[in-house]
């Protein structure tokens, strides 16, 4: 049932050319579209508002000039603030001095939530403790965003990789009874009244087990290493990739 009801919204989107993507802006020139997202960053400039907003595909800029808009919408703009949840529409247009970028001439907005406190991440450096702990907001930057798209590029390059070439994903468990590699580096923890389990260090004794069924099987997964340390090479926690295959040669390793 979710799945047909996610299937129908992708229709109309695409029958009615309105609600749509920022990525897809190039294919809407001249013509109106609804965008959903949030204001990342605007300015004003007397009677025009340069609105930048994010809906997790790209980045575009939406002009609001007072003049296309009544008077009551236009004091309602001034309200928003930074990550303003909204709706705009308007005509998709070409910038005039960067050719191949677009933008839209915002012509309606509907503001669904101004946030009740101010945005702690400014455009002032931060330091790395401060930004951890606002993780959850630090991911809506310009490049935590692009390290993430980066990131699922290269999952999606390396899953495509392993079927073209007949390997098949096996989900190692998390937990584990003992240790694949160093047992100086386990996560240690009571597994109920049955005894010790272990966070894992690796689904490589897993994989080994699953190549007689398969053949050729991988792993990609979180994986612990109880090691104090706070360089960029130590993590206690980081996602792995595991591959094994049976009958390999030394040569074909």
């Keep these: 049932m979710v799945l047909s009801v996610f299937v129908r919204i992708k229709n109309v989107r695409k029958k009615n050319n309105e609600i749509m993507f920022i990525k897809d802006l190039q294919n809407y020139k001249n013509k109106e579209v609804t965008l959903k997202g949030w204001i990342y960053n605007f300015r004003s400039s007397g009677g025009i508002m340069f609105l930048q907003l994010r809906d997790g595909t790209g980045f575009a800029q939406c002009i609001l000039n007072k003049k296309d808009v009544s008077e009551k919408k236009w004091n309602e703009a001034q309200k928003i603030t930074l990550e303003t949840s909204i709706e705009l529409s308007g005509t998709v247009t070409e910038h005039p001095k960067q050719p191949g970028?677009?933008?839209?001439?915002?012509?309606?907005?509907?503001?669904?939530?101004?946030?009740?406190e101010e945005y702690p991440i400014s455009k002032k450096e931060h330091g790395p403790e401060f930004l951890l702990d606002n993780r959850h907001l630090w991911l809506r930057s310009s490049r935590q965003w692009a390290i993430q798209k980066v990131r699922d590029t290269l999952i999606r390059a390396t899953y495509e990789w392993l079927r073209q070439h007949n390997f098949i994903k096996i989900d190692a468990p998390i937990l584990t009874p003992a240790a694949c590699e160093g047992t100086t580096t386990l996560f240690e923890l009571e597994y109920f009244d049955l005894g010790k389990a272990y966070l894992s260090q690796s689904g490589q004794l897993y994989l080994?087990?699953?190549?007689a069924s398969f053949g050729?099987?991988?792993?990609?997964?979180?994986?612990?290493?109880?090691?104090?340390?706070?360089?960029?090479?130590?993590?206690?926690?980081?996602?792995?990739m595991d591959a094994e295959?049976?009958?390999?040669?030394?040569e074909e390793n």
Excluded at 245 to 250: K, L, N, R, Y
């Design 101 to 116: 970028v677009f933008e839209v001439q915002v012509k309606n907005f509907k503001i669904y939530q101004i946030p009740s």
């Design 208 to 211: 080994e087990a699953a190549i």
């Design 216 to 240: 050729r099987v991988f792993d990609f997964g979180p994986t612990f290493r109880a090691e104090k340390s706070k360089t960029r090479r130590h993590l206690t926690e980081f996602w792995m």
């Design 245 to 250: 295959a049976a009958f390999v040669e030394h």
